[in-house]
């Protein structure tokens, strides 16, 4: 195989691809199925644009690079510019680039995301409550409660990045 052939595998001089510690959802699938389904009901009615962006933002505060592989190319397929994604790591010094809804939507992920900081502050809520109808702000907790728990299944499981074409089962 050569590297032109296959985009996504890396160079010998790079180190070596580490394997997945388990396949959860060959051993777990309903689980698996379950979170699918769960996946597919908590994205209805949300912009695909906006939700990829929150999905890449939870996905960088976890690490989960299996995940900031399928959101980022999901994100790039959709017609989504290179800058937006590379700059949602430093979005607070970056605003411009971002509308005020998708700031609101990003700043609730974060505050979502990392619940050892404590409460989702009134504020952050109160930003986002602003920018989303009720329904879509439910849909959009909803999702970023779903790409947390993917995450934490791709870290855990040490899911090797790399190998996701945009069309494959997304989540």
Known sequence: MTTE?????APSAYA???PARLSWATLAPEVYKAMIRLD???????????????????????RCALCLDMHSKNA??????????VQLGAWEESRHFYTEKELAA???????TVLTDGFVPDEVYARAAHHFEEAELAQLI???TVINAWNRFGVTTRQTPGHYTPGDIKH
């Open 16 to 18: 070596p691809e580490h």
């Open 76 to 85: 790039l397929a959709a017609g989504e510019s290179v800058e937006r994604i």
């Open 142 to 144: 909803a999702a970023i």
């Open 5 to 9: 052939a296959h985009p996504h595998h």
């Open 106 to 112: 990003i700043e609730l992920t974060e505050a979502v």
């Open 40 to 62: 597919v009901a908590a994205r209805k009615g949300l912009d695909p644009a906006l939700l990829e962006l929150v999905k890449i933002r939870a996905s960088q505060i976890n």
